[in-house]
């Protein structure tokens, strides 16, 4: 081993990002670490959630009640326009709204760089993915944790399923204090 | 002088989709390559197959023969790598192509206002008159001055 004799590069210290690279509907995508917040099982919904029936937004099927506040569970292969298989997974947002359905978690790795979307695609992905990113002569979409519903489809799911859930959580509580 | 009377010497790049032969202006293409495998992935722009990796930068692929001849490429021989301009920007595209590329000089006649909008010019070359090709018509991108107010910046995490 010739070891030592390797030019010592000096200049900016490579910024690196962690990011979750996680499958659904095989195709395998990458989200930053850091806008996870939490991993949990499909079965942890059984009971926690709410059903939601709204079909104008067929991808969120579900919510959660988190304090005040319904965190929308988008099935994310409906989102990407894939056909769904039966997710195992679910990724809840840090500081969002939103969780994720997903078939299942590749590894943890770390990314140093990304590359912007080319120009030539134009259309949702744009919202979809915050860019590509190269990992073992492997292209991965890096999908932005902003575009899965947007602050108008938010407010439509308040909208029509609030009254539902506020009245899941009072029945919710009533039923923890009856004896 | 009419619009078909002005006639401008340039190299061009003849390139074959199917059973017919087109050319690109020499100074928008980069290199021919051999096909390599595409990566894909969900997204909505259906001009767009997915993407290759040339040293080390992802390149969108484009096949334009559905638009220019009415069928797909059965066979891809080669990916023609080219300069497509977004406003003052510049990206590559790879276009697939059926068969060797010729570099030729040639008289170009400029298109007319009755030429379709994929048409820069004309040329003519060992018989045959040959559209040359306006990629912007063919290729699909973004508006760069809309992208310029709602793009997140482009991150290269490498600092």
């Known amino acids: ?91 809840l947002l840090r500081k969002s709204r939103v969780a994720l359905l997903i078939d299942g978690i590749e590894k943890m790795t770390t990314m140093t760089r990304l590359q912007a979307l080319p120009a030539s695609l134009c259309h949702e992905e744009r919202i979809w993915y915050r860019g590509l990113t190269v990992l073992e002569q492997n292209v991965l979409p890096v999908v932005s944790p902003e575009g899965f519903l947007t602050n108008e489809e938010l407010s439509f799911l308040d909208a029509t399923t609030g009254s539902q859930l ?3 959580a009072l029945l919710d509580s009533e039923m923890r204090v009856a004896p | 002088m009419s619009w078909n009377e002005q006639t401008d010497s340039r190299s061009c790049v003849l390139l074959r989709l199917g059973e017919r032969r087109f050319a690109l202006a020499a100074d928008q293409v980069a290199e021919l390559v051999a096909p390599s495998r595409i990566f894909r992935f969900p997204h909505r722009t259906p001009e767009i197959d997915g993407v290759i990796l040339r040293r080390g930068r992802t390149v969108p692929v484009c096949d334009l023969a559905e638009q220019l001849t009415g069928k797909r490429l059965t066979s891809r ?47 003519s070359h060992d018989g045959e008159v040959i559209e040359v090709l306006n990629l912007a018509a063919l290729t699909p991108g973004i508006d760069p001055a809309a992208e310029a107010t709602n793009r997140e910046p482009a991150r290269e995490a490498r600092g």
């Open chain 1, 1 to 91: 081993m010739a070891s030592g004799s390797a030019p010592v590069r000096r200049g900016h210290p490579v910024r690196t990002e962690q990011i979750i690279l996680f499958r659904c509907s095989n195709q395998t995508f990458a989200i930053s670490s850091a806008s996870v917040q939490e991993v949990r099982s499909v079965d942890s919904l059984a009971g926690a959630a709410c059903e939601v029936n709204e079909s104008a937004i067929g991808k969120v099927r579900h919510a959660l009640r988190r304090g005040e506040r319904s965190i929308y569970v988008v099935n994310t292969a409906l989102h990407f326009g894939m056909k769904p298989s039966p997710p195992a997974l679910i990724f």
């Open chain 1, 166 to 168: 506020s009245a899941d």
């Open chain 2, 77 to 123: 021989r080669f990916y023609l790598i080219a300069m497509r301009s977004y406003g003052t920007a510049k990206e590559t595209v790879a276009l697939p192509v059926s068969g060797e590329c010729e570099l030729i000089h040639a008289d170009l006649t400029p298109a007319g206002p009755n030429d379709s909008p994929h048409v820069a010019a004309w040329l």
